[in-house]
C-alpha cells in the first residue's frame, strides 16, 4: 500500500529529524519539545507495525509522565544558555570520535548477528499467532504467567533504586514546623468560634 | 477507468467518510462546549437566587455567539519576552488534544469513529498529555503567575493520573476489554448492570473527583486560583488563544463526562429495557448521561470552596492512590476466588 509506506517514511523523517534537533537546539526547553516529538513519531511506527499497545505505552510512559519530568526540571533550571554553548568547539572532536567508534561498533555487531537454528524450539512459552490474540493478550499472557517471577524480579529491582533515590536525597531538618493533619481534621466549628453578642457602644 | 474507480474506491471515498465523521463529532462537542458555558452560569445563577444571562436573545441563548465574536474581535497581545513559538503552540495543542480523543468514544452501538482495540489506553495516553499544552503555556509566556500556575496545574494533573489510571484498571479487569464498546455492553441488562451500582461504586467516587482535578475545576480550581495567581497559566493570553485554552478545558470537561458515563453508567444504553425506555435512540441516553455527569461538576462548583494545596495532594497520593489500589487487588482477588474472570477473548 502506498499510503502505508508514505506514512512509514513521513513518521520515520520527522522522527530523525527531531532527534537530530534534540542534540542541536539552542534552548534545552526546546530540546525536551523536540524530544516529545521524537517520542511521538517512535509510538505512530509501533502503530504502523501493528504493534498498539506498545504504541500506546510509549506514550502513555515517556511522553505522559518521564518527560513531563524532564521538562519540570528544565524549565526550572536557571542557567546561562550562551555560557553552556562555548566549549561546544572544544569538545566537538572527542565527541565526533565517540560517536564513530559506537557506530562503527553497531556495524559490525549488525552485519554478523546470526540468530540459532534452533532458537525457535527453545521458546518455552508458545507465542499465539496474532489472528488468535491481540497484542494485549499475548502480552499479558506472556508477562504476567509465563515470566511471573522474572516480572516479578525486575519490580524488585525498581523498588530498589526507588528507595536507593530516596536515601541519597532525604535529609532531616530541624525546625521545621509541619502540618498535623489529624489535628486539622479533628478541629470541630464549636471548638474554635464563639458567637459573641455585643451591645453596641461597648466591646467585649 | 478503472484506475480511476480503484483510486475512487480505495482512497478518496474512505477519506470522505472519515472527515464526514471527524465533522458529525468535532461540531456537536463544540456547540456543546458553547452551551455548557451558559448552562454553567444559569445553573450557578439559579442555586444562588440569581437570574444569570438573560439578555442576549431568548433567555439568553444567544449569549455563547456574543461572547465568542468578542473574543474574536479583540486584538492578539503577545508579550515581548516570550517565546513566540511555543506561546501559539501551547493553545493548539491543548485544543487539539481535547478534541482527538473524541475518535474512540463510541455513541452508540457501532457509531464510533475508530473502534480500535486499546481504546481506553488511547484516552488515558491522550489525557495524560494534557499537562503539555499548560506547562508550554507556563514557560512561554515568561511571567512569573503564568509559570506559578502552570506548575500547579502540572503537578496536579500527574498526581490525579495515577488515580485515574487504577480506576480504569478496576473497571478492566471486570470487563476483560480495552475497548470502549466492549466496556459498555458488558453493562448491558438495566441499571443494575451498571458498574457505579456494583461493587465498584467507590471507584466511581474517586474517578469523579479525580476527574475534577484532572480538568481543573473547583474545588481543585487552584490552577485559576484568582486571588493568588490573578488567573493561572493563561494570564498573558487574549483574543483567540485564550479563546482556544477555554474551548479545550470545557470540550475535556465533556470528554471527562464521556468517560465517566461509558466506565460506569452504561454509556448508550437505557436504564431499563423495557418498552418506553428503549424506544429513546443509544446517543440521546448518552447525551443524556454526558449532562447528568457535566450538572454534578457544576453543582459541585457551586457548592464547595477551594482546597488549600497540601490537602489536594494529600487527597491524591495519600487517600486516593491506596485506596483505588486495594481495589484493584480485591476486584482482581475477588474475580479470581469466585471464578468470574471474564473470558480472554473479548478484545
Request: charged letters at 10%; zero cysteines; hydrophobic letters at 60%.
Amino acid at each position: 500500500m502506498i499510503i502505508q509506506a508514505l506514512a512509514f517514511y513521513l513518521f520515520a523523517f520527522v522522527a530523525i529529524a527531531a532527534g537530530v534537533m534534540v542534540v542541536t537546539a539552542r534552548n534545552p526547553v526546546h530540546s525536551v519539545l523536540f524530544l516529545i516529538l521524537a517520542f511521538f513519531n517512535s509510538a505512530a511506527l509501533f502503530v504502523l507495525m501493528g504493534a498498539e499497545f506498545l504504541a500506546m505505552i510509549l506514550v502513555v510512559v515517556y511522553v505522559g509522565a518521564v518527560a513531563v519530568l524532564f521538562l519540570f526540571v528544565v524549565m526550572m533550571l536557571d542557567i546561562n544558555f550562551v555560557e553552556m554553548r562555548q566549549g561546544f568547539l572544544q569538545y566537538l572532536p572527542v565527541g565526533g570520535l565517540i560517536g564513530i567508534i559506537l557506530l562503527a561498533e553497531l556495524v559490525l555487531i549488525v552485519g554478523t548477528w546470526a540468530v540459532s537454528p534452533e532458537a525457535a524450539t527453545l521458546v518455552t512459552a508458545p507465542i499465539p499467532p496474532p489472528d488468535q490474540a491481540s497484542n494485549i493478550h499475548a502480552l499479558g499472557r506472556l508477562i504476567y504467567t509465563h515470566y511471573v517471577y522474572l516480572f516479578q524480579a525486575s519490580g524488585m529491582v525498581l523498588l530498589v533504586a526507588m528507595m536507593g533515590a530516596i536515601v541519597l536525597t532525604l535529609r532531616h531538618r530541624e525546625g521545621v514546623r509541619r502540618q498535623k493533619i489529624e489535628q486539622q481534621l479533628a478541629r470541630k466549628a464549636e471548638d474554635t468560634i464563639e458567637v459573641v453578642k455585643v451591645p453596641s457602644g461597648s466591646g467585649i | 477507468m478503472v484506475d480511476m474507480m480503484a483510486l475512487w474506491e480505495n482512497y478518496i471515498w474512505p477519506t470522505a467518510w472519515i472527515v464526514g465523521g471527524i465533522l458529525m463529532i468535532v461540531v456537536p462537542v463544540l456547540l456543546s462546549v458553547a452551551y455548557l458555558t451558559l448552562a454553567e452560569r444559569k445553573v450557578i445563577g439559579w442555586m444562588q437566587l440569581r437570574k444569570g444571562p438573560n439578555v442576549v436573545g431568548p433567555f439568553g441563548l444567544l449569549q455563547p455567539i456574543a461572547d465568542g465574536l468578542k473574543l474574536f474581535f479583540k486584538e492578539t497581545i503577545i508579550p515581548a519576552s516570550s517565546n513566540r513559538v511555543i506561546f501559539f503552540l501551547a493553545p493548539v495543542v491543548t485544543f487539539v488534544l481535547s478534541l482527538i480523543a473524541w475518535a474512540v468514544i463510541p455513541f452508540g452501538p457501532g457509531l464510533v469513529l475508530a473502534d480500535i482495540n486499546v481504546g481506553f489506553l488511547y484516552l488515558f495516553a491522550i489525557s495524560s498529555l494534557g499537562v503539555y499544552g499548560i506547562l508550554m503555556a507556563g514557560w512561554a509566556s515568561n511571567s512569573k503567575y503564568a509559570f506559578l500556575g502552570a506548575l500547579r496545574s502540572a503537578a496536579q494533573m500527574v498526581s490525579y493520573e495515577v488515580s485515574i489510571g487504577f480506576v480504569i484498571i478496576t473497571v478492566l479487569l471486570a470487563v476483560g476489554s480495552l475497548n470502549l464498546s466492549q466496556i459498555v455492553l458488558a453493562q448491558s441488562g438495566g441499571i443494575h448492570h451498571w458498574h457505579a451500582f456494583s461493587p465498584l461504586l467507590p471507584m466511581f467516587v474517586v474517578f469523579f473527583v479525580s476527574a475534577l482535578a484532572e480538568t481543573n475545576r473547583a474545588p481543585f480550581d487552584l490552577p485559576e486560583a484568582e486571588a493568588e495567581l490573578v488567573s493561572g497559566y493563561n494570564v498573558e493570553y487574549s483574543s483567540m488563544t485564550f479563546a482556544m485554552f477555554f474551548l479545550g478545558e470545557y470540550a475535556n470537561m465533556i470528554l471527562m463526562s464521556a468517560m465517566t458515563a461509558i466506565l460506569f453508567l452504561g454509556g448508550w444504553l437505557p436504564p431499563f429495557e423495557f418498552a418506553p425506555f428503549t424506544w429513546i435512540p443509544g446517543p440521546i441516553w448518552f447525551a443524556l448521561k454526558i449532562a447528568f455527569v457535566l450538572f454534578l461538576f457544576l453543582w459541585v462548583r457551586a457548592t464547595f470552596p477551594r482546597y488549600r494545596y497540601d490537602q489536594l495532594m494529600r487527597l491524591g497520593w495519600k487517600v486516593f492512590l491506596p485506596l483505588s489500589l486495594a481495589w484493584v487487588i480485591l476486584t482482581a482477588g475477588w474475580l479470581i476466588a469466585f471464578d468470574q474472570v471474564p473470558p480472554a477473548g473479548g478484545a
